[in-house]
């Protein structure tokens, strides 16, 4: 059950919404919590109940531990517990993640004949073992308070269904106290317009710019995949089509989760911010995936020594996280290859940075509009030409890809024609040009209550005009699932 699936927008969800509002007049706050709980849970399953068992195991053996933890004075059985429920929690990360993975190279190098284990990934498993591990560590350090939450918080915490399935990855100082307050009347009603706004735009970008350049990515990156050659001009297409497809794609489902959130009064966190708007390396993470990026650093960066250890560690350590922020994505070397270039474009960058300092040009390069023109033209090449090994299904199709785009080998000349070029030229535009939806969302909050009336017709204009464009474009647009649902 896709957020784009007839039976969620026009059973499930208004079900849900129709469940909740009556609780809000008629029940208890945990009742509501419980409700939700119960309808997340019922999403969830929608998708394979085999997996539900797994995700209520990891949540209650998750929440035992963090009790323990909490419980405990300090010293080593805290420490040997922390160390206990992140085993457990990669461990069971890496038996559906990677075993198949590790079997495969095994056998490649070794010949040692193991079996492929043939297991099938549980959806969501990588989004909700990170979040439980950050609450694991912060109740080890001392973030949380003991007994600060109950069962069911918890619970809803982890399920809450508008995040559930791809994130955002929520941390639970900015989620959990919303459990406990209840927005006033005005507030809630503002919170529910402001997200059939996001949800609305979200679903514009899905449908009508993600799955409208998804052919032509997915023709080009086939036939490199096949063993077939292309042109320049098709394998730039085919790239840049993805470029723009997985941004939309994801940052469509972002906006659509935060959206869902504001319906039941639970305000989730920005996970884009124009990304290809960035000036160098480092802003394209602090705008791309924002909640992986701060899991990233707070949990792997900061705790492996972040850039307290000399310049030498500190390339090490972004290195690293990038590396391991790759593998995290999937079992392939395709995405150990993504995570090694962003973590050499980040060391380059900062040598670029340090060697500016030294000559006394850095706050040149940052005021020049030249300057930042060209830190942009290099930071979204860079993102482009590590997209191509993201994309590719094998590693050979990658760099089949890469000579291409390079080098212009002949091969096959396809999807360069001019709805093609339209299409790229528009997605391009609003990517660069547009305001993002955190911008019109801050847009929105700015107004107030009084003067939001008259505003309504504008919001309500972009809200009605972008779910239009979404319904046209689910009449004649083939949908494809959310990139992001297979990591």
Not at 24 to 30: D, E, K, P, S, V
Not at 112 to 132: H, N, Y
Not at 217 to 227: I, K, M, R, S
Not at 362 to 371: C, G, K, P
Request: glycine content about 10%.
């Amino acid at each position: 059950m896709l957020f784009t699936d007839p039976i969620f927008l026009f059973k499930f969800l208004p079900v849900v919404i129709a469940g909740f509002a009556v609780l809000l007049f008629a029940g208890t706050r945990i009742s509501r919590h419980v409700f939700l709980i119960g309808a997340s849970l019922v999403f969830y399953s929608w998708f394979k109940v085999e997996y539900l068992a797994l995700l209520l195991g990891s949540i209650v053996v998750n929440y035992a531990i963090a009790r323990e933890i909490l419980k405990a004075p300090g010293g080593r059985r805290q420490k040997h517990l922390l160390i206990l429920g992140i085993v457990l929690n990669l461990g069971l990360l890496g038996v559906y993640k990677y075993l198949g993975f590790f079997a495969f190279n095994l056998n490649a190098l070794f010949a040692v004949g193991l079996p492929d284990p043939g297991l099938l990934l549980p959806l969501a498993i990588s989004f909700f073992t990170f979040q439980q591990i950050s609450y694991l560590c912060d109740a080890y350090t001392g973030k949380i308070e003991a007994k600060a939450h109950t069962p069911v918080e918890y619970g809803l915490f982890v399920t809450f269904f508008p995040q559930l399935i791809a994130g955002p990855i929520v941390h639970h100082s900015e989620m959990m106290p919303q459990f406990r307050t209840s927005p006033v009347f005005q507030a809630r009603c503002k919170m529910f317009c402001e997200g059939l706004m996001l949800f609305a735009l979200g679903l514009f970008k899905k449908l009508v710019i993600a799955d409208s350049l998804a052919p032509y990515a997915d023709l080009v990156f086939n036939t490199v995949d096949a063993g077939q050659a292309v042109d320049m001009a098709t394998a730039w297409t085919g790239t840049l089509a993805y470029t723009f497809q997985i941004y939309f794609d994801f940052s469509g489902y972002s906006d659509m989760a935060i959206g869902l959130g504001l319906l039941f009064g639970i305000r989730l966190p920005w996970n884009f911010n124009s990304p290809y708007k960035a000036e160098n390396i480092s802003e394209f993470w602090r705008r791309w995936h924002m909640t992986l990026s701060r899991w990233l650093r707070d949990y792997l960066y900061i705790p492996l020594g972040g850039n307290r250890k000399g310049k030498v560690r500190q390339y090490a350590n972004n290195f690293t996280t990038m590396l391991l922020g790759g593998l995290w994505h999937g079992a392939h070397w395709n995405f150990v290859i993504w995570g090694a270039l962003h973590g050499l474009y980040l060391i380059i960058n900062q040598l670029f940075r340090a060697g500016a300092a030294r000559v006394g040009i850095l706050e040149m390069t940052e005021r020049f509009a030249a300057f930042r023109f060209a830190g942009w033209g290099f930071t979204f090449l860079g993102t482009v030409v590590a997209w191509v090994f993201f994309r590719a299904t094998t590693t050979d199709g990658a760099f089949s890809m890469l000579g291409a785009m390079l080098w212009g080998l002949p091969g096959l000349s396809i999807v360069t024609d001019m709805q093609t070029s339209t299409l790229l030229l528009a997605a391009a535009a609003i990517a660069f040009l547009a305001p993002n939806t955190k911008q019109l969302s801050e847009a929105f909050n700015r107004t107030s209550w009084s003067a939001l009336w008259t505003r309504a017709l504008v919001y309500g204009g972009l809200t009605g005009t972008a779910s239009a464009g979404a319904y046209l474009a689910s009449l004649s647009v083939a949908q494809s699932p959310f990139l992001y649902f297979n990591f």
